[in-house]
């Protein structure tokens, strides 16, 4: 049976392929701003419920702040500095999360919340400070280097070992060139991106766990990836003129966000119906923000604002009572 | 031979049947003492037909019913009635109902019994049903009378309901792998009762004993066995009906608007009984099981007889006791006591232990994530409804089609934060009945007051037209011959004309009227010395007041004028 302690341990097992392939392939910074995400949303729900005086112990078992905080940590760049992440995650357990009242009651997906906040505040560190891949760095930074890089401490400098993401170089290095040049860049490695493909489908891997032990359902992610496919195929059937469908499904954080983040629950649309057009409006928003808006990734925006749209979504997307002609709509004023 | 057609969502919980199917059906010793509510069907409490010190014979009826209203109740046993008042039964509210306790005499003489006869028209054999005592067996304890005559014509479909789909229940299997004849007897004196073109028995596939009996039973006979996937609430009566049909009980309509009649198997046993033999339903077959029970299995016994005599023959371990339930344990309800009778809707009792049914955790809030909407067999939107009923909002509730809720609790039973779903939606259901019901009575009231109104304003005017002829009367008698034809030209003309207003209005509206302009004049004067500014506007007020003074002085005029004339 499940109980939702469970739903949430599944869910950090399911990133386990995701983030292992992060670890391996971007180095440690990555599990340093996982942890410290977590501890920091875990440290953060403790104080609040403190403060609300709801049971603290019992509310932090149930694993929806160390979700929160994973999340999070996976989404941010690994390199970023620890006060960064720090704002982040505390502004998504904090405003995100019990201004509206706690768990299950918040309107918005907590973790983006975090993310959008940092990325419009510190839009340099948030865009530039992605690791390049581990095999790319001329000295791979070890374990006590990315410490060193996230406390601010000691000498390294993060310049060496940091750069664009394939998303995010090849839309602005294609206006100036065709797609064979721009994919000559080592960051592309052999086949889509290098690393990030391996990312990507990792997540996919953990997703799939998920449907198949009917943790989520297929609705968001298929709609999500289906939507995202047709604008590729629609706007970017060029690869000369705008980012490939590969790079838009293997490059970023669409798995991830198809599979980790369109699917939190509490903050998306519940009937089957009202998923499809959840992960079909976010798939469009996705493409349309990175394609003609200025974020290389756009995970968040895109699940933000479809979150608004979610009563909308389940006050007309009903299912048809058995024993009536047609689905209700709406709701009683 | 299986289904082509399905409900939305179920569950498959542990069905833990093997546990009370592992005997035969026993019978229950008699007791010494039987309790019998009067009601134990839906509907009202019957009127009592005997009196404390009388003694009955079995099968005798205790209690008369009013066919729509209340069913009558028979004593199980010959003995004496030793008391008839209020004793606690077994309902979800523990409340007390009037009871008839009978002393048994242990001899079990049986009353005269009439069966139907051969010629009884079919209204008279649904009378005959509703004498008998026969009501739903399978749980809900509805009229079988009123279920039969609900359908205005004859069904199309007759379908016996066997699949029994709760767990832990397994009085109806025990029965049609035991005694595959009297339910086929039972089916086929429904199936020539209502008249229907198709008999169908649907059972889950989870009972191939039960399933094979029957078939064999069944031979000859055109009724068909069908054979539904196990998932929990296929025994629901609308999921069976769509299973085996395909189609679908309009909302807050019977299955009879479809052309379907569906019975309980043990009914229709019922129901062959009554009508063959004359026998009333003083028995019933019941499960016992759970892990507090070293002998567990079906028992079939008396109504009235009292649990704890059951549950010994069972062989309970009261240490081992932790929750009694009545019914399956989805649906059905704790009892707190064991002294409470059996009664005709009693499918099943579990006495569970601690291990068995823990206490639920504490329920956590609700995180949207839709398993209950997975498991809806409605297609509701549970959390949607559990939303706006924990909110007060159950108006939003009942537009979300709340009141298609069938309670078979597939939805608690999923949710991972524990949450008792389906007391919501009861609540909620019991609010807004209760709410229409006010209206209703508060509608009933406004329209009674409002008729009252009516007639009090109409004997008002009725009275003012008798006075006003008097005084005329008097007025004619006062003012002597010559006067009176012209008094009855005036009263004449008066009547003739159109209502207006009389002299001492207009009067009254010149002098206002007057009144005005002298107040305008003086303001307008008071202006020209301090004000310039406001000149114009004070100059076009008392034109308009001079103008309203020449018409109600024009209008006097005129009524003087005409009555002059008079």
């Given at each position: 049976?499940?109980?939702?302690?469970?739903?949430?341990?599944?869910?950090?097992?399911?990133?386990?392929?995701?983030?292992?392939?992060?670890?391996?392939?971007f180095?440690w910074?990555?599990?340093?701003?996982v942890?410290?995400?977590?501890?920091?949303?875990?440290?953060t729900e403790?104080l609040?419920l403190?403060?609300?005086?709801?049971?603290v112990?019992?509310?932090?078992?149930?694993g929806?702040?160390?979700?929160?905080?994973?999340?999070?940590?996976?989404?941010?760049p690994?390199?970023?500095?620890?006060?960064?992440a720090?704002?982040?995650?505390?502004?998504?357990?904090?405003l995100?999360?019990?201004?509206?009242?706690?768990?299950?009651?918040?309107?918005?997906?907590?973790?983006?919340?975090?993310?959008?906040?940092?990325?419009?505040?510190?839009?340099e560190a948030?865009?530039?400070r992605?690791?390049?891949?581990?095999?790319?760095?001329?000295?791979?930074?070890g374990?006590?280097d990315?410490?060193?890089?996230?406390t601010?401490?000691?000498?390294?400098?993060?310049?060496?070992?940091t750069?664009?993401?394939?998303?995010?170089?090849?839309?602005?290095?294609i206006?100036?060139?065709?797609?064979?040049?721009?994919?000559a860049?080592?960051?592309?490695?052999?086949r889509?991106?290098?690393?990030?493909?391996?990312?990507?489908?990792?997540?996919?891997?953990?997703?799939?766990?998920?449907?198949?032990?009917?943790?989520?359902?297929?609705?968001?992610p298929?709609?999500?990836l289906?939507?995202?496919t047709?604008?590729a195929?629609?706007f970017?059937?060029?690869?000369?003129?705008?980012?490939?469908?590969g790079?838009?499904?293997?490059?970023?954080?669409?798995?991830?966000?198809?599979?980790?983040?369109?699917?939190?629950?509490?903050?998306a649309?519940?009937?089957?119906?009202?998923?499809?057009?959840?992960?079909?409006?976010?798939?469009?928003?996705?493409?349309?923000?990175?394609?003609?808006?200025?974020?290389?990734?756009?995970v968040?925006?895109?699940?933000?604002?479809?979150?608004?749209?979610?009563?909308?979504?389940d006050?007309?997307?009903?299912?048809?009572?058995?024993?009536?002609?047609?689905?209700?709509?709406?709701?009683?004023? | 031979m299986?289904?082509?057609?399905?409900?939305?969502?179920g569950?498959?919980p542990?069905d833990?049947?093997?546990q009370?199917?592992?005997?035969?059906?026993?019978?229950?010793?008699?007791?010494a003492?039987?309790?019998?509510?009067?009601r134990q069907?839906?509907?009202?409490?019957?009127h009592?037909l005997?009196a404390?010190?009388?003694?009955?014979?079995?099968?005798?009826?205790?209690?008369?019913?009013?066919?729509?209203?209340?069913?009558?109740v028979?004593a199980?046993t010959?003995?004496?009635?030793?008391?008839?008042?209020?004793?606690?039964?077994?309902h979800?509210?523990?409340?007390?109902?009037t009871?008839?306790?009978?002393?048994?005499?242990g001899?079990?003489?049986?009353?005269?019994?009439?069966?139907?006869?051969?010629?009884?028209?079919?209204l008279?054999?649904?009378?005959?049903?509703?004498?008998?005592?026969?009501?739903?067996?399978?749980?809900?304890?509805?009229?079988?009378?009123?279920k039969?005559?609900?359908?205005?014509?004859?069904?199309?479909?007759?379908?016996?309901?066997?699949?029994?789909?709760?767990?832990?229940?397994?009085?109806?299997?025990?029965?049609?792998?035991?005694?595959p004849?009297?339910?086929?007897?039972?089916?086929?004196?429904?199936w020539?009762?209502?008249?229907a073109?198709?008999?169908?028995?649907?059972?889950?596939?989870?009972?191939p004993?039960?399933?094979?009996?029957?078939?064999?039973?069944?031979?000859?006979?055109?009724?068909?066995?069908?054979?539904?996937?196990?998932r929990?609430?296929?025994?629901g009566?609308k999921?069976?009906?769509?299973?085996?049909?395909?189609?679908e009980v309009?909302?807050?309509?019977?299955p009879?608007?479809?052309?379907?009649?569906?019975?309980?198997v043990?009914?229709?046993?019922?129901?062959?009984?009554?009508?063959?033999?004359?026998?009333?339903?003083?028995?019933r077959?019941?499960?016992?099981?759970?892990?507090?029970?070293t002998?567990?299995?079906n028992?079939?016994?008396?109504?009235g007889?009292?649990?704890?005599?059951l549950?010994?023959?069972?062989?309970?371990?009261?240490?081992?006791?932790?929750r009694?339930?009545m019914?399956?344990?989805?649906?059905g309800f704790?009892?707190?006591?064991t002294g409470?009778?059996?009664?005709k809707?009693?499918?099943c009792?579990?006495?569970?232990?601690?291990?068995?049914?823990?206490?639920?955790?504490?329920?956590?809030p609700?995180?949207?994530?839709?398993?209950?909407?997975?498991?809806?067999?409605?297609?509701?939107?549970p959390?949607?409804?559990y939303?706006?009923?924990?909110?007060?909002?159950h108006?939003k509730a009942?537009?979300?089609?709340?009141?298609?809720?069938?309670?078979?609790g597939?939805c608690?039973?999923?949710?991972?934060?524990?949450?008792?779903?389906?007391?919501?939606?009861?609540?909620?259901?019991?609010?807004?009945?209760?709410e229409?019901?006010?209206?209703?009575e508060?509608d009933?009231a406004?329209?009674?007051?409002?008729?009252?109104?009516?007639?009090?304003?109409?004997?008002?005017?009725?009275?003012?037209?008798?006075?006003?002829?008097?005084?005329?009367?008097?007025?004619?008698?006062?003012?002597?011959?010559?006067?009176?034809?012209?008094g009855t030209?005036?009263?004449?003309?008066?009547?003739?004309?159109?209502?207006?207003?009389?002299r001492e209005?207009?009067?009254?509206r010149?002098?206002q009227?007057?009144?005005?302009?002298e107040?305008?004049?003086?303001?307008?004067?008071?202006?020209?010395?301090?004000?310039?500014?406001?000149?114009?506007?004070?100059?076009?007020?008392?034109?308009?007041h001079?103008?309203r003074?020449?018409?109600?002085?024009?209008?006097?005029s005129?009524?003087?004028?005409?009555?002059?004339s008079?």
């Amino acid at each position: 049976m499940l109980t939702s302690q469970r739903i949430m341990l599944w869910v950090m097992a399911a990133t386990l392929p995701g983030l292992l392939a992060l670890i391996h392939f971007f180095g440690w910074g990555v599990l340093i701003s996982v942890l410290w995400c977590m501890g920091v949303a875990m440290a953060t729900e403790a104080l609040i419920l403190w403060i609300r005086a709801r049971p603290v112990q019992r509310t932090l078992m149930d694993g929806s702040a160390a979700l929160t905080g994973l999340l999070l940590g996976l989404s941010l760049p690994p390199l970023l500095p620890w006060w960064i992440a720090l704002v982040a995650t505390a502004s998504a357990i904090i405003l995100a999360k019990h201004l509206y009242g706690g768990l299950g009651s918040n309107l918005f997906n907590p973790a983006m919340v975090g993310y959008a906040l940092v990325l419009v505040s510190f839009p340099e560190a948030m865009t530039t400070r992605w690791a390049l891949p581990l095999s790319l760095q001329e000295t791979p930074l070890g374990l006590l280097d990315s410490l060193s890089v996230f406390t601010g401490l000691g000498s390294a400098s993060v310049d060496a070992f940091t750069g664009a993401t394939p998303l995010d170089d090849y839309k602005h290095a294609i206006d100036g060139a065709v797609a064979s040049q721009v994919t000559a860049a080592p960051i592309y490695g052999d086949r889509i991106a290098l690393g990030w493909e391996w990312v990507n489908l990792g997540f996919l891997a953990g997703g799939l766990l998920l449907i198949q032990r009917r943790i989520i359902t297929w609705h968001i992610p298929v709609s999500l990836l289906g939507a995202l496919t047709f604008m590729a195929l629609l706007f970017g059937y060029d690869p000369d003129q705008s980012v490939p469908l590969g790079l838009h499904l293997l490059a970023g954080g669409t798995m991830f966000g198809a599979f980790f983040i369109a699917t939190d629950p509490v903050s998306a649309a519940t009937s089957n119906r009202g998923k499809l057009w959840y992960g079909a409006g976010i798939g469009v928003l996705l493409y349309t923000i990175r394609a003609w808006g200025s974020y290389p990734d756009a995970v968040a925006f895109a699940v933000l604002l479809m979150n608004l749209a979610v009563p909308f979504l389940d006050y007309y997307t009903r299912p048809r009572t058995r024993g009536h002609q047609r689905a209700g709509r709406g709701v009683p004023s | 031979m299986g289904t082509r057609y399905d409900f939305p969502g179920g569950i498959h919980p542990p069905d833990n049947k093997q546990q009370s199917l592992q005997t035969p059906i026993r019978q229950a010793p008699l007791p010494a003492q039987l309790i019998v509510p009067l009601r134990q069907h839906r509907g009202d409490p019957g009127h009592v037909l005997v009196a404390v010190g009388d003694r009955v014979l079995t099968g005798q009826p205790l209690s008369e019913g009013e066919p729509g209203l209340s069913v009558p109740v028979h004593a199980p046993t010959s003995g004496t009635i030793t008391a008839i008042g209020p004793h606690e039964v077994p309902h979800p509210s523990g409340l007390e109902e009037t009871c008839i306790h009978i002393e048994a005499d242990g001899q079990d003489q049986w009353c005269e019994l009439a069966p139907c006869p051969a010629d009884a028209s079919t209204l008279e054999r649904y009378d005959h049903l509703h004498r008998t005592g026969v009501v739903g067996l399978g749980g809900a304890g509805f009229p079988t009378r009123d279920k039969l005559q609900s359908a205005s014509e004859a069904p199309k479909v007759l379908i016996l309901n066997g699949a029994e789909c709760e767990p832990y229940i397994t009085a109806d299997q025990a029965l049609m792998r035991e005694r595959p004849d009297s339910v086929i007897a039972g089916a086929l004196a429904l199936w020539q009762l209502v008249g229907a073109a198709q008999c169908l028995i649907g059972i889950e596939d989870n009972k191939p004993d039960a399933i094979e009996a029957l078939r064999q039973a069944a031979e000859g006979t055109g009724i068909e066995i069908r054979v539904v996937p196990t998932r929990y609430p296929s025994g629901g009566e609308k999921q069976l009906i769509q299973l085996l049909t395909g189609q679908e009980v309009p909302s807050g309509g019977l299955p009879a608007d479809i052309g379907v009649l569906c019975q309980n198997v043990a009914t229709a046993v019922a129901v062959d009984r009554s009508l063959r033999l004359g026998e009333p339903v003083i028995q019933r077959i019941t499960t016992f099981t759970g892990e507090a029970l070293t002998r567990p299995g079906n028992i079939e016994a008396r109504i009235g007889t009292p649990l704890d005599h059951l549950l010994f023959e069972a062989g309970l371990d009261p240490d081992q006791l932790h929750r009694l339930i009545m019914g399956g344990p989805l649906m059905g309800f704790d009892l707190t006591t064991t002294g409470l009778p059996l009664i005709k809707t009693a499918n099943c009792l579990i006495a569970g232990t601690a291990e068995e049914f823990p206490d639920s955790p504490i329920p956590q809030p609700c995180i949207r994530c839709g398993l209950c909407e997975q498991a809806c067999p409605v297609d509701l939107l549970p959390q949607q409804l559990y939303w706006f009923a924990s909110a007060g909002e159950h108006h939003k509730a009942e537009h979300f089609d709340l009141f298609d809720c069938i309670e078979c609790g597939a939805c608690d039973w999923v949710c991972p934060s524990h949450l008792p779903l389906t007391d919501y939606y009861r609540h909620s259901k019991g609010v807004l009945r209760q709410e229409k019901k006010e209206q209703a009575e508060a509608d009933h009231a406004r329209q009674r007051f409002e008729e009252r109104q009516a007639r009090m304003e109409r004997e008002q005017a009725e009275r003012e037209e008798r006075r006003r002829a008097r005084q005329q009367a008097r007025e004619q008698r006062r003012s002597g011959e010559p006067a009176e034809a012209g008094g009855t030209e005036t009263g004449a003309a008066s009547a003739a004309a159109p209502p207006g207003p009389d002299r001492e209005t207009l009067i009254q509206r010149r002098d206002q009227a007057r009144q005005k302009v002298e107040e305008a004049e003086a303001q307008l004067a008071e202006a020209r010395e301090q004000t310039p500014e406001a000149v114009p506007k004070l100059e076009r007020a008392l034109n308009k007041h001079r103008k309203r003074l020449d018409a109600a002085e024009k209008a006097l005029s005129d009524a003087r004028e005409e009555a002059r004339s008079c």
